[in-house]
């Protein structure tokens, strides 16, 4: 079933980017919204260096899994790392750049989930 595995994406990678301590982690379903995705994961990390781990945990982690990312983008400026995994996007941003994009609110749209919702 597609939509367990989206969720099971969801949850890894919401784990691993709680694990490098990601701050306003927020989980978005977006399924009746838009054909992109299932969810939007977004999160903080407050430098180049964490933004990176962030990053890296969550391609760890979904790989062990035997999830690949369609796409990854923005990793070397690690300004705004966009991780596509078709049926979970995740941004992991700088503070600064999280403020100036404000997806959040461009997809208030979308339902703000919690991680318990998560649980397949």
Same mark, same amino acid.
């Given at each position: 079933?597609?939509?367990?595995?989206?969720?099971?994406? %969801?949850?890894?990678?919401?784990?691993?980017? @709680?694990?490098?301590?990601?701050?306003?982690?927020? +989980?978005? !379903?977006i399924? =009746?919204?838009?054909?992109?995705?299932?969810?939007?994961?977004?999160?903080?990390?407050?430098?180049?260096?964490?933004?990176?781990?962030?990053?890296?945990?969550?391609?760890?982690?979904?790989?062990k %899994?035997?999830?690949?990312?369609?796409?990854? @983008?923005?990793?070397?400026?690690?300004?705004?790392? +966009?991780? !596509?995994?078709? =049926?979970?996007?995740?941004h992991?941003?700088?503070?600064?750049?999280?403020?100036?994009?404000?997806?959040?609110?461009?997809?208030?749209?979308?339902?703000?989930?919690?991680?318990?919702?998560?649980?397949?």
């Amino acid at each position: 079933m597609v939509e367990n595995n989206s969720k099971k994406m %969801a949850k890894i990678a919401v784990d691993a980017l @709680e694990e490098k301590k990601a701050k306003d982690l927020k +989980l978005l !379903d977006i399924s =009746d919204v838009s054909v992109l995705a299932d969810y939007f994961i977004i999160a903080s990390g407050s430098n180049r260096n964490q933004v990176q781990a962030m990053a890296d945990e969550v391609e760890e982690k979904l790989g062990k %899994a035997g999830f690949t990312p369609k796409q990854v @983008e923005g990793y070397q400026t690690a300004n705004w790392i +966009l991780m !596509d995994y078709q =049926d979970i996007i995740i941004h992991i941003f700088d503070e600064e750049n999280r403020l100036f994009y404000d997806l959040e609110r461009i997809w208030r749209d979308g339902n703000l989930i919690e991680k318990i919702d998560l649980e397949v």
